[in-house]
T-cell receptor
């Protein structure tokens, strides 16, 4: 099956710093999402981005499907950005709604 | 809108016991799924459904049953709990015509 890798596994930043999280996947995909899991365990969808670039405030994401990677950029990080960031790639099934998750990048933003 | 509601939030079971984890959504989403989250492994798909009466297996279905009698509800049944099923369970829903999960708040299950 498809393999999803994320790097780095852990990241510690000072508030205000920028960061780039990477997601590599082993096969062609049609769907890709980024999620944030906050320290209380809640999972929030950040981006649906099978290709191209999207931006939402201080966060942006880029997927280069032909090279099998996606990047999540966090600018001017805040303590509320702490948590785990997951990349999830879509399975090649009939519905396009089932995803394989990477192991996540744990981000800690220090005040 | 309540979104996706999972109950209970915490549960401790003894090995061999059975139980049902509840998931309900009020957004009329066709797609619903169950994932389990284990430390360092991300989330893994257990079962999913694309509408009432339609269910299918995901990556790790053994030991779990599901049914979908209504659009709103998608319960997950543990038939005979084992310590390997200790995990955090998340229910997710989405319209079939769009992408972007809405997750429930999770159920933390411990099997002793």
């Amino acid at each position: 099956g498809i393999q999803v890798e994320q790097s780095p596994p852990d990241l510690i930043l000072q508030e205000g710093a920028n960061s780039t999280l990477r997601c590599n996947f082993s096969d062609s995909v049609n769907n890709l999402q980024w999620f944030h899991q906050n320290p209380w365990g809640q999972l929030i969808n950040l981006f649906y981005i099978p290709s191209g670039t999207k931006q939402n405030g201080r966060l942006s994401a880029t997927t280069v499907a032909t090279e099998r990677y996606s990047l999540l950029y966090i600018s001017s990080s805040q303590t509320t950005d702490s948590g785990v960031y997951f990349c999830a790639v879509g399975l090649a099934d009939n519905y396009g709604q089932n995803f394989v998750f990477g192991p996540g990048t744990r981000l800690s933003v220090l005040p | 809108n309540a979104g996706v509601t999972q109950t209970p939030k915490f549960q401790v079971l003894k090995t061999g016991q059975s139980m049902t984890l509840q998931c309900a959504q009020d957004m009329n989403h066709e797609y619903m799924s169950w994932y389990r989250q284990d430390p360092g492994m991300g989330l893994r798909l257990i079962h999913y459904s694309v509408g009432a009466g339609i269910t299918d297996q995901g990556e790790v279905p053994n030991g779990y049953n599901v049914s979908r009698s209504t659009t709103e509800d998608f319960p997950l049944r543990l038939l005979s709990a084992a310590p390997s099923q200790t995990s955090v369970y998340f229910c997710a829903s989405s319209p079939l015509s769009q992408y972007g999960y809405t997750f429930g708040s999770g159920t933390r299950l411990t099997v002793v």
